[in-house]
C-alpha cells in the first residue's frame, strides 16, 4: 500500500523561505507522477508544481513560477518542494500526491491516486 508521509511547513514572515519534504512508502511501480497541491480556506485544491517520479517535465502553476522548486532525485527518495519569496497568498494547506500514469502530470486532483495527510503553510506579512 503506498504512504506519502510529508514534513516541513510552518509559519514565516512574507519573503521568507520553507522547504517542503514528502517520504514515498510503497510504490511499487516503475513510472508516474509525483505533484504538490494547495488548498487555502474556502477555495479549491489547486496544483502547485508536478513531475515525472525520479525526476523531468516539471511544472509550475504561474503563481509559483520562479518562487517554488520542485525535485526528486530519485523515485524511492523524497520529494522535495523548496519556496521562496514567500507572500501571504501562499498560506494554505500543502498535499503531497502521486498517481501511476505517464504523460502529463498536469492532472486535476481528482486523478491523483495517493495523497499525503497534508502540512500547513503560514505565510504573514
Known amino acids: 500500500q503506498v504512504y506519502l508521509k510529508e514534513s516541513g511547513g510552518g509559519s514565516v514572515q512574507s519573503g521568507g523561505s520553507l522547504s517542503l519534504s514528502c517520504a514515498p512508502f510503497?510504490?511499487?511501480?516503475?513510472?508516474?507522477?509525483m505533484a504538490w497541491f494547495r488548498q487555502a480556506p474556502g477555495k479549491e485544491r489547486e496544483m502547485v508544481a508536478s513531475m515525472w517520479m525520479g525526476g523531468g517535465n516539471p511544472f509550475y502553476a504561474e503563481s509559483v513560477r520562479g518562487r517554488f522548486t520542485i525535485s526528486q532525485d530519485n523515485a524511492k527518495n523524497p520529494l522535495y518542494l523548496q519556496m521562496n519569496s514567500l507572500k501571504p497568498e501562499d498560506t494554505a494547506i500543502y498535499y503531497c500526491a502521486a498517481v501511476p500514469t505517464g504523460g502529463s502530470c498536469q492532472l486535476p486532483p481528482g486523478s491523483y491516486t495517493y495523497w499525503g495527510h497534508g502540512t500547513q503553510v503560514t505565510v504573514s506579512s
Open positions: 510503497g510504490i511499487t511501480y516503475n513510472y508516474g507522477c
